[in-house]
Nanobody, 122 residues
Framework: QVQLVESGGGSVQAGGSLKLSCVVSGYSFDGCIMAWYRQAPGKERELVSSLTSDVATTYTEFVKGRFTISHENHDNTKNTLYLQMNNLRIDDTAVYYC?????????????WGQGTQVTVSS
């Protein structure tokens, strides 16, 4: 059974930093993709950043240069996915979700974590 457990959210002032973590268990990352999404109040969930097992990354335009995705491999079926967020802005406020692709190299269908709240204030 695939499990994703996020942590690291919290409240921070604009310009501050947070590092989110997501422990992914029961999932082989080889040849696959993991990602971070976020959902702000009243808005649809959106992709923030993705990472493939061969360390190819993507970032949505509004986080480029500020956020960094990375991972740590513990064994074949356990990984930790990170999202380092710097220079946070008020509009980064959202619930952040970790995701792991069900069919590997596509995010059309994913396993979700429970989400972690990030609140940025002025």
């Amino acid at each position: 059974q695939v499990q994703l457990v996020e942590s690291g959210g919290g409240s921070v002032q604009a310009g501050g930093s947070l590092k989110l973590s997501c422990v992914v268990s029961g999932y082989s990352f080889d040849g696959c993709i993991m990602a971070w999404y976020r959902q702000a109040p009243g808005k649809e969930r959106e992709l923030v950043s993705s990472l493939t097992s061969d360390v190819a990354t993507t970032y949505t335009e509004f986080v480029k240069g500020r956020f960094t995705i990375s991972h740590e491999n513990h064994d074949n079926t356990k990984n930790t996915l990170y999202l380092q967020m710097n220079n946070l802005r008020i509009d980064d406020t959202a619930v952040y979700y970790c995701a792991a692709a069900v069919y590997c190299y596509t995010l059309d269908r994913v396993h979700w974590g429970q989400g972690t709240q990030v609140t940025v204030s002025s």
